[in-house]
């Protein structure tokens, strides 16, 4: 799991590696990376508020924005496919 300190220096646990369960399903810091990358000034706080977030706090924001999460859950599986080093990137 990757820490993301706060300002006070506490660390918060944001999944990053694939649960070998569900290996299609994408990570918390994958998620929160396309929130980051994609998003506008809201969402980007999301991620932010959810890095900072304990865990019912981040269970709050998956539940009332949940539209969110799920956008951006579908594509961080669509930017996993094409990043370099995947089989498919890797045959042309």
């Known amino acids: 799991m990757a820490t993301q300190p706060d300002e006070d220096g506490r660390d918060y646990e944001v999944e990053s590696r694939p649960n070998p369960d569900e290996p299609d399903k994408p990570?918390?810091?994958?998620?929160?990376?396309a929130?980051?990358?994609?998003?506008?000034?809201?969402v980007k706080a999301l991620a932010e508020a959810y890095r900072r977030g304990?865990?019912?706090?981040?269970?709050?924001?998956?539940?009332?924005?949940?539209?969110?999460?799920e956008q951006y859950s579908t594509m961080a599986i669509a930017i996993r496919a094409v990043k370099p080093g995947n089989d498919e990137e890797e045959s042309e």
């Open 35 to 42: 929130m980051d990358g994609y998003g506008g000034g809201f």
């Open 54 to 69: 304990d865990m019912n706090n981040r269970f709050i924001i998956r539940t009332a924005f949940r539209h969110y999460w």
């Open 27 to 33: 990570t918390e810091a994958e998620i929160l990376s």
